[in-house]
């Protein structure tokens, strides 16, 4: 890992991660401070674990320590792949449970439609395994999945042809079965 990755959380490591393979399938898109490429990113738990261990932490030696309460806010996945990929379009974080794909989804549609965006990257992130895993609960799936969402008028421009459009992913569901 990179150094800067060191503090870095699973939903960072697993939200850029994601984030990266999908830009390498999108040919001819700059990401780097394109202010024409926003970033919507959705996750019901968010920093779960980073905040468990804020918590703990602060419970056991009465010390806030900075970097976990950093990095244990919602927004915090965000703003580690805003930095990496140097993202300087609207960046949003939802945070949000059984609509979680749908509203993501929205939000794109709205700044593309409201020209705030001629691209929009949608990351779904849920990291909580291992807290799970110490809690005693076996088989709680983590993962990140990345969409590149754009205009079909945009995707032509640059010569790529949309894989699906915004109503048929809005009904996806990431919390019922993750694994798909």
């Not at 905040?51 to 602060?58: A, G, K, R």
């Not at 989804?105 to 020209?115: H, P, R």
């Not at 849920?126 to 609960?137: Q, V």
Request: glycine share 6%; charged share 15%.
């Amino acid at each position: 890992m990179p150094p800067a990755w060191r503090k870095a959380t699973r939903n960072m490591v697993m939200a850029t991660a994601s984030l990266d393979r999908a830009l390498k399938q999108v040919r001819g898109l700059n990401v780097s401070g394109n202010p024409e490429v926003g970033f919507v990113l959705i996750s019901a738990s968010g920093e779960l674990e980073t905040s468990v261990e804020f918590i703990s932490t602060w419970a056991k030696s009465r010390l806030a320590r900075p970097v976990l309460f950093q990095n244990s806010l919602h927004n915090a996945t965000t703003g580690f792949a805003s930095i990496h990929f140097k993202i300087v379009g609207p960046v949003f974080t939802l945070s949000s449970v059984e609509t979680a794909p749908q509203e993501a989804f929205e939000t794109a549609e709205i700044l593309l439609k409201e020209n705030s965006c001629r691209v929009c990257l949608v990351t779904v992130v849920e990291g909580h395994k291992a807290l799970a895993n110490a809690m005693g609960e076996q088989g709680v799936s983590e993962g990140a999945c990345t969409f590149v969402v754009t205009t079909e008028a945009h995707a032509q421009a640059l010569g790529l042809s949309p894989r699906a459009d915004v109503p048929q992913l809005a009904s996806l569901n990431f919390t019922k079965n993750p694994q798909s």
